[in-house]
């Protein structure tokens, strides 16, 4: 059995814009890892091999030509690449499948988001006119809600089966006429390496005076980070002497967010990472004693993000609309204290593995915040039960437990659809 996974983002640095890339990337190489062939398609850096294999995992790095005119990243000349992708890429992932299909073998294609709605429709097609339909089974996933209004819902419902990442997806899709199977976000095994001890200490050494609380999201509204300033002011006027160190993106909506702060009064300075690892982070916070917000401009590596995770007292991963909350999953991984909203965040239990966060109001973080404070014992506790809960949602675990079922079940249904068209031995 072959799987191919077609996205917009991928493991490049010039593809990943957010948890699609990691959702790919990890999910990806738990299936190459488990034993299959597997192939990721994705918008991936011009300057790179278009097909790279490691072992059993293909990387193909489509729409190279266009990407030269855009290096911004993935999403740069976003319009071009989607026509460009959903034209050209499904007659090459047909080629790629057809001598496993020809040799009775099967194949599983998983689609993410908006972008690869029409690829899916596009190779619904030329599966049925080469006539091994039958043998490939066809997911496509929504990550969120961008596109919807673009999506032909009643085509790709016949062209595939439909997921998305949590109960809360699922209830607003349903509003749209779509009953999707929820298939879970995950991590990759790695994510479970604890954070190297020394640079959590150092990290923690550098701020031992002050009430760090961290947040690492797209500078979105809907990830409240105005929320997030209004709570690091409450903080300040209760004396706790908050540091909110934050990493947004290249949204515009950062600007507003620390003109806001300096605003209120707050003191705001942005740093660059002298060098791109956690020792570079802790460089980073360095001589901010008289700071409240530090916003971080370099991209974090994934064992810099533990160790803010851990050493922070806090990571604000709350949002108004958040699908799953992969952030919040991620400090939990870490060892770190998790405040999450309540919308996609499945996984999390109110004072059991994270803090819940469901209001505007920064007084919710205070009065639930104050209490861990004072209770080092439930602190310690939360953060024990986020590793314990993080393990369960390590992509190895959802693939025997989730995906996998749902393929084994959906390729039978076509080959018994298949038998009582044509009968037994035809």
């Known amino acids: ?49 278009s097909h790279e294999m490691r072992d059993r995992f293909h990387l193909h790095r489509w729409c190279q030509w266009i990407s030269r005119y855009h290096p911004a990243g993935v999403y740069d000349g976003e319009e071009g690449k989607r026509g460009d992708y959903v034209r050209s890429l499904p007659p090459f992932v047909l080629r790629e499948m057809l001598p496993c299909l020809r040799g009775g073998g099967l194949a599983v294609v998983l689609a993410e988001e908006w972008h690869t709605a029409d690829a899916v ?15 490939v089974t066809l997911f496509w996933n929504a990550n969120n809600t961008f596109g919807f209004d673009r999506i032909d819902w009643g085509h790709l419902a016949e062209a595939a089966t439909i997921t998305t990442v949590s109960r809360y997806m699922k209830q607003l899709m349903q509003g749209l006429g779509v009953n999707p199977l929820v298939i879970p976000n995950g991590l990759a095994a790695e994510a479970l390496r604890p954070p190297e001890r020394q640079a959590v200490a150092a990290f923690r050494a550098r701020l031992r005076d002050r009430t760090v609380v961290s947040k690492v999201a797209r500078w979105d509204p809907d990830k409240r ?94 949002s108004g609309h958040e699908p799953f909350g992969l952030v919040g999953l991620e400090t939990m991984a870490a060892g770190g204290v998790a405040c999450t909203g309540g919308t996609g965040e499945d996984y999390a239990v109110p004072g059991y593995n994270a803090v819940v966060l469901e209001t505007m109001d920064p007084r919710e973080f205070i009065g639930l915040f104050a209490e861990l404070r004072r209770n080092p014992v439930q602190e310690r506790a939360i953060r024990r039960a986020g590793r314990l809960t993080a393990q369960h949602y390590v992509w190895p675990q959802l693939l025997q437990r989730n995906l996998l079922p749902r393929v084994r079940l959906h390729a039978a249904a076509a080959q018994s659809k298949h038998d009582r068209v044509d009968g037994p031995g035809q």
Not at 261 to 287: C, F, H, K, M, S
């Open 225 to 318: 980070w105005l929320l997030a300033i209004d709570t690091v002011g409450a903080m300040k006027q209760q004396g706790w002497r908050p540091l909110l160190i934050a990493r947004g993106g290249v949204e515009a909506h950062g600007r507003e967010v620390l003109a806001a702060a300096a605003t209120d009064g707050l003191r705001v300075v942005e740093r660059v990472l002298p060098e791109p690892n956690v020792y570079g982070l802790i460089q980073a916070v360095d001589g901010l004693e008289e700071v409240d917000i530090v916003s971080i401009r370099s991209p974090l590596r994934t064992e810099s993000c533990r160790v803010l995770f851990q050493g922070s007292h806090a990571v604000l991963a709350n």
């Open 1 to 49: 059995m072959q799987f191919h996974l077609l996205a917009f983002e991928g493991p490049d640095d010039y593809a990943r814009a957010g948890g699609i890339a990691m959702r790919v990337s990890g999910l990806g190489q738990a299936l190459a890892d488990a034993g299959f062939e597997t192939h990721v398609w994705f918008i991936g850096d011009p300057d790179l091999p």
């Open 121 to 135: 429709l596009h190779l619904d097609w030329l599966l049925r006119q080469a006539q091994v339909r039958e043998q």
